[in-house]
């Protein structure tokens, strides 16, 4: 039993440089999120230094994780998937899919917008596909404005500079695929055949 415990203990390290990562997080940002210092959060990924369930729970939580993720604890048994929303942007963002690389799917829900916000395009690597389940979404793309309604999708490379938010005072919710790498999302569809008379 000591073996395994020092096992799940030792792959910690890997894992929280890799959640650290994948959310674009520097060591300073979750140092002031945690309250844990930057030298011992690097020691903590380099395996320097074993995690204590003291750091664990403020490191969790700023993943967005929970602590049987963190320390990849054997399943129970349970199929249900308990995913966290994280508030970032002035969004809610709730992440869909949970591996490492590839495309990552997020749900994501702006709040009502009471007053207009100024659009500030940015640039990245990879593409998205947004897809608006409810609201209004305005999408700034290059030089196109769009306002996107329930039931629309857009797809585009992030290296144009782009900007979202709520075209209304209503609140938006949509999916966002997104490929870090430039992956794209493939939909096909059959056509419809005719029905039998």
Do not use: C
């Not at 674009?24 to 945690?34: N, V």
């Not at 369930?53 to 054997?74: I, N, S």
């Not at 500079?161 to 059959?190: C, D, I, M, Y």
């Amino acid at each position: 039993m000591d073996d395994d415990l020092d096992q799940a203990l030792d792959a910690v390290g890997p894992r929280l440089r890799a959640l650290r990562r994948q959310r674009e997080t520097t060591l300073a940002a979750l140092s002031a999120a945690t309250g844990i210092s930057v030298s011992t959060l690097s020691r903590l990924e380099s395996g320097g230094r074993r995690p204590t369930l003291e750091q664990l729970l403020p490191l969790a939580r700023a993943h967005g994780v929970t602590l049987d993720e963190l320390v990849d604890a054997p399943p129970t048994g349970d199929p249900r998937i308990h995913l966290r929303p994280v508030a970032a942007h002035g969004m809610t963002i709730l992440p869909l899919t949970r591996r490492a690389g590839g495309i990552q799917a997020f749900k994501m829900i702006l709040p009502a917008n009471s007053r207009r916000t100024e659009p500030s395009p940015q640039t990245h690597e990879g593409y998205e596909w947004l897809y608006v389940l409810n609201g209004k979404l305005r999408l700034v793309l290059g030089e196109r404005d769009l306002v996107l309604a329930p039931g629309e999708a857009a797809e585009f490379d992030t290296r144009v500079p782009h900007w979202f938010g709520a075209a209304t005072n209503e609140p938006v919710e949509f999916l966002s695929l997104f490929g870090k790498q430039g992956e794209r999302a493939h939909v096909r569809a059959r056509p419809q055949q005719p029905a039998d008379k």
